[in-house]
């Protein structure tokens, strides 16, 4: 039995938010030529946090029981969105200082 729902849906914008979040993670790491291991440890609770919504998502559209939270999958696409801008802002930042020393 397969059965599809609205948070499911939401989970898979958390999936999207998730997998966007890794690469401009690791895309700042790739700019900077490594990275304090903080950044490692950022990756991987990216990671986690992917991994963990995608066995939700799995559980769920095999069950007829709702198991994802509507109100925590909310919380979470607002936290994702929160981080993919953050990171973006980030990306962004590093680039601009990339260029300005390769200019000079």
């Known amino acids: 039995m397969f059965v599809w729902g609205i ?3 939401m989970t898979v914008v958390i999936l999207l938010l998730s997998a966007l979040s890794i690469y401009l993670a690791v895309d700042i790491t790739r700019l900077t030529k490594g990275a304090p291991r903080g950044w ?4 991987t609770a990216f990671l986690a946090v992917l991994v963990y919504w995608a066995v939700q998502l799995y559980f769920d559209t095999q069950s007829a029981s709702d198991l ?3 109100t925590e999958a909310s919380i979470s696409i607002v936290v994702g969105v929160l981080f993919v801008v953050g990171l973006y802002m980030l990306n962004s930042s590093f680039r601009r200082q990339v260029k300005t020393a ?3």
């Open 102 to 104: 390769q200019a000079s």
């Open 40 to 43: 490692y440890v950022i990756i």
């Open 68 to 70: 994802i939270d509507d």
């Open 7 to 9: 948070d499911d849906d």
